[in-house]
């Protein structure tokens, strides 16, 4: 499939073509909340509109990374990859998209007003960059600056039917990205064609002064023969799942030679992938208080214990349980039992599927169940929620790239697969659904802004 | 009596320690941005010469240079903090096991380590305002193993410590921010927050007195936290403070493991050692000339470049002289050779001597030569005019060298012609 | 875990709960912790790893650089002749 950026840089655009856009993207954002804020008065003049999920910082945007204790928030200054989006030249910012309280989510609900599915609103965006993924499946020409700790980029992807592209971790710079969890956080892209996310991943990738952690330099392209399905991962997925991921190896069998491995650590994966993050998000969210930015609890006469208290009753269930969590793990007492054992077992992690992903790349669903309706997922139990991450996080603790990509329709919803390589290696994931582009159509029910 | 100490020390540095915010500024919040106010997004990026300097700090503290380096978050929540977790070091530090030098004795230093400080807390009435130029300031802090045993070693051990940083380009006297920990029995008392030396001092002494009297009582002492009241000079019992089980340290993962094996730092100048030496052969005891030089370098270059012409002694009187009649700036190597010429020939140095020479114009003193009669005289009168004087020579006849200072340098005489008849005349009073 | 723990958690982190999301977040966390505790089986002799990529060393010259937007910083909060205003102590 030919890149969209190309197609639509390259015709000609009516005078009013982004008023008519915003006005147009205005009207169906109140049926899927893909946006937290749509920019109105743009000056764009032929540039593909870009969105950013709304825990980046775009300077004079307010910015809450989808929690009311950030709302007010107007950042006085750019993300590095904001940055970079505008210098550019080719690209206009089109507004900020939801998202799951801090990214603490998979399915998009944990937020005031959830995104929807772009497919069929009664379904879940998915999560955490929920409104990336809608936005991206609402937009004819449009790619979104997503991010992803736990497969935050995979997940709302699959479900909306969009590449969802996430780099190795230091490959794009994190600077003025809202933290989750710092040694997890990877911010991506989500398009409709593997080309635009390639085109947009060269724009922000690359060293940053801003930030030391922003260290993988020189992208590989090595190809890889083998794909590797991971036996105690695909006995995860729902029997339904199953079939057509079992449909989907067949027609790659003709390309790859597709290999069943067994891979023992990854059974304990997500574990130590939850400890890490909550131990990190539990210090990252120690700093809302109510009263240096975002939202003023304002009373400056109580104490400030009390004071932060009070403030801090404004976070949602899920950031409560994971600063407490997070807490617990952390201290002094069990820190050796939790959290340095999930960084050893992180290590493991990281040497057993560096070896494998030397030979071949790793194939597997996205997500173990078929879309769920927002009102099942709601009765899910955190660690029944947590377990549907199976296949988002062995590539996400251990900082490897991945990518997903639409591979069938089922009743007329997306389904999505998810390929890993080695780190550094993401353009080889980009060639491969470059490839698969060619031999299969990705279907929209919206197109907002067709020229 | 056991006392142990965590000095915090603000480190030589342009920039804030993860940003390039000036680490020097008057008007409140003018020096801050994203990072140092711990704004959403932001990311810390460690400052190079905050790490060479801690490591001279490290150095000269002879302790084990560590070859890597990391931090932790340590998360506590105050509204002076405004990530509420600092950036700070604990087995990652700069540097540790060490030890300082005082009077034959060694007092162990357990660690080096680096770490921010938080934004400075202006009271005015009841609210709290808050200037964020303080914050992310690189600090040093300096931890010590409980190895001091009393008011004296304490002391002996700031000066040194003084003078080792003050070569190192920093300046205690300025700043100084310490922990005690004060355990007379088996139980240990901390004494959190004193800022100055002076104070300092004043807390331990507080607290080993209150410690010594419940002892006295038989009253048992707590195991707690107390903070210093510099106006009562009391120590008294603190808000509970957190232990590390509450700061749930964890590895800073928006730095990274930094490999500092062969960066370079500054050596240390060990004053105390520097003073013996030169002491030795000399008609000056060490500690004289370990006060001279223990907080002015200028001071020491001089002493190095003159010693092998002049006599050790009219060196540091020249210096001494010229810090109290030169002003605020460094003397010149000319200006004080020419004083030393003069102290070495015998001859008085005035305020208008030193600005004479400041200003370049030739300095030709001659004594005035009295007749005895003429002498008695000038003395009488200035005797009866300063009873005060006589009266507390009375009492303290050392203070005859003041009677002379004031008589010699008024009438330009030679303070030999003074003294003599000075002390005849006054046995008369 | 014991209502003492809890409550021990919930004052370190500065946290309240209603009664409704005390039961729901206690219990939650119970189960979650539980299920943590199947790593205690894995044996492992790994370091730690604190990032999943080789960071290598990179440190800031010390320059001074100002801000461009400091006016934006500060008007993100409460202001008082032109300090920042905070709870009291």
């Not at chain 2, 990311?43 to 801690?54: D, F, G, H, Q, R």
């Not at chain 2, 305002?129 to 070693?153: A, K, M, W």
């Not at chain 3, 800031?60 to 409460?78: N, T």
């Amino acid at each position: 499939m030919a890149s969209h950026i190309r197609e639509f840089l390259g015709h000609e655009k009516p005078s009013d073509y982004y008023s008519k856009l915003a006005e147009e993207l205005e009207r169906t954002n109140s049926e899927y909340h893909a946006f937290n804020v749509i920019k109105k008065d743009t000056e764009a003049k032929n540039q593909v509109p870009f969105s950013t999920k709304a825990n980046i910082c775009v300077k004079g945007v307010e910015t809450t990374a989808g929690s009311k204790m950030l709302r007010g928030y107007v950042p006085p200054f750019n993300a590095t990859v904001v940055e970079r989006m505008l210098k550019e030249g080719s690209f206009s910012f089109i507004g900020e998209t939801n998202m799951d309280e801090f990214g603490f989510g998979t399915f998009g609900i944990n937020t005031e007003v959830p995104a929807r599915n772009a497919f069929d609103s009664r379904y879940a965006a998915g999560g955490s960059s929920s409104g990336s993924a809608v936005a991206t499946a609402l937009l004819k020409y449009h790619v979104a600056i997503a991010e992803s700790t736990g497969g935050s980029i995979s997940t709302p992807a699959a479900l909306n039917g969009v590449v969802g592209f996430t780099p190795t971790y230091g490959a794009v710079s994190r600077y003025g990205l809202i933290d989750y969890a710092n040694s997890l956080d990877k911010i991506g892209i989500m398009a409709r064609s593997s080309d635009d996310a390639r085109g947009v991943f060269d724009v922000i990738r690359g060293r940053d002064n801003y930030d030391v952690t922003c260290a993988i330099e020189k992208i590989t392209n090595n190809k890889k023969g083998k794909l590797f399905v991971i036996e105690e991962l695909l006995e995860k997925a729902d029997p339904k799942i199953r079939s057509e991921f079992e449909r989907l190896l067949d027609k790659l069998g003709k390309e790859y030679e597709i290999k069943t491995i067994s891979m023992n650590i990854l059974s304990d994966a997500i574990e130590p992938y939850y400890i890490i993050a909550m131990a990190e998000a539990s210090t990252n969210l120690a700093k809302y208080n109510g009263y240096k930015y975002g939202f003023q609890y304002g009373e400056f006469n109580r104490r400030y214990n009390d004071f932060f208290t009070e403030a801090r009753s404004n976070f949602g269930m899920e950031a409560k349980r994971r600063i407490i969590l997070g807490t617990f793990i952390r201290s002094e007492s069990v820190k050796a039992r939790y959290y340095t054992k999930a960084l050893m077992i992180r290590q493991m992690i990281i040497n057993e599927m560096g070896k494998v992903l030397k030979d071949g790349f790793v194939i597997s669903p996205t997500l173990p169940i078929p879309t769920p309706k927002i009102a099942d997922v709601e009765k899910l139990t955190p660690v029944q929620n947590y377990a549907l991450d199976v296949f988002t996080i062995p590539p996400s603790i251990g900082g490897f790239p991945h990518l997903t990509f639409p591979y069938a329709y089922v009743n007329e919803m997306p389904i999505g697969a998810q390929i890993i390589t080695e780190q550094a290696n993401d353009y080889a994931l980009l060639d491969f659904s470059s490839k698969w582009e060619e031999s299969f159509q990705y279907k929209y029910k919206h197109n907002i802004g067709s020229l | 009596m056991k006392i142990g100490l965590e000095v915090h020390v603000a480190l030589p540095t342009k920039s804030k320690l993860f940003c390039s915010c000036s680490a020097e500024a008057e008007e409140p919040n003018t020096a801050i941005c994203p990072i140092c106010l711990g704004f959403p997004g932001s990311k810390p990026m460690l400052n190079e010469a905050a790490v060479t300097s801690a490591l001279g700090i490290a150095n000269a503290l002879h302790c084990k240079i560590n070859r890597n380096i990391s931090f932790v978050r340590k998360v506590y929540f105050y509204p002076d903090l405004p990530k509420c977790y600092q950036i700070t070091q604990t087995d990652g530090s700069v540097g540790g096991e060490g030890y300082l030098e005082i009077e034959g004795k060694k007092v162990r230093i357990r660690r080096v380590q680096i770490e921010e400080d938080p934004a400075q807390i202006v009271r005015e009435g009841l609210l709290t305002l808050l200037d964020f130029n303080r914050s992310g300031t690189p600090l040093v802090e300096i931890v010590t193993e409980p190895d001091i045993t009393s008011e004296e070693e304490l002391r002996s051990f700031i000066a040194n410590l003084r003078s080792i940083l003050y070569y190192l380009g920093v300046d205690i006297n300025k700043e100084i921010k310490a922990d005690l920990n004060i355990s007379l029995a088996d139980i240990r008392v901390e004494v959190k927050n004193v800022t100055g030396i002076k104070s300092l001092i004043e807390a331990t002494r507080f607290e080993i007195e209150r410690q010594t009297q419940l002892i006295k009582e038989g009253s048992p002492i707590a195991r707690e936290t107390r903070g210093y009241n510099e106006k009562s000079k009391l120590t008294e019992s603190l808000r509970e403070k957190e232990t590390d089980e509450e700061y749930g340290y964890i590895y800073e993962p928006d730095l990274t493991t930094f490999d500092i094996n062969g960066m370079g730092f500054r050596q240390a100048v060990y004053i105390g050692e520097i003073a013996e030496k030169l002491a030795q052969g000399s008609d000056l005891n060490p500690k004289t000339i370990r006060e001279i030089t223990m907080l002015d370098s200028r001071s020491l270059e001089l002493i190095n470049k003159f010693k092998a012409e002049y006599k050790l002694r009219s060196i540091v009187h020249a210096i001494e002289r010229y810090k109290k009649y030169g002003g605020e700036e460094a003397p010149s190597d000319d200006v004080i050779e020419k004083m030393t010429k003069l102290v070495e020939e015998d001859k008085i140095i005035t305020r208008e001597t030193v600005q004479d020479l400041k200003a370049g114009k030739q300095v030709a003193i001659e004594y005035s030569k009295l007749s005895g009669d003429q002498l008695d005289k000038l003395i009488r009168d200035f005797l009866d005019k300063n009873p005060k004087i006589v009266a507390e020579y009375k009492r303290n006849s050392k203070t005859i060298n003041l009677i002379i200072g004031k008589i010699t340098e008024k009438n330009g005489l030679h303070p030999k012609d003074v003294a003599k008849r000075v002390v005849e005349i006054l046995s008369g009073y | 875990m014991e209502d003492r723990e809890f409550d021990r958690l919930l004052k370190i982190a500065r946290l309240k709960l209603n009664d409704t999301e005390r039961k729901r977040i206690k219990s939650d966390i119970e189960e979650i912790i539980g299920y943590f505790d199947k790593i205690d089986v894995i044996s492992t002799h790994e370091r730690p790893a604190y990032q999943p990529i080789h960071v290598p060393t990179r440190l800031r010259k010390d320059e001074i650089a100002h801000f461009d937007d400091v006016d934006g910083l500060k008007r993100q909060s409460k202001l008082h002749n032109g300090y920042i205003l905070g709870p009291k102590l």
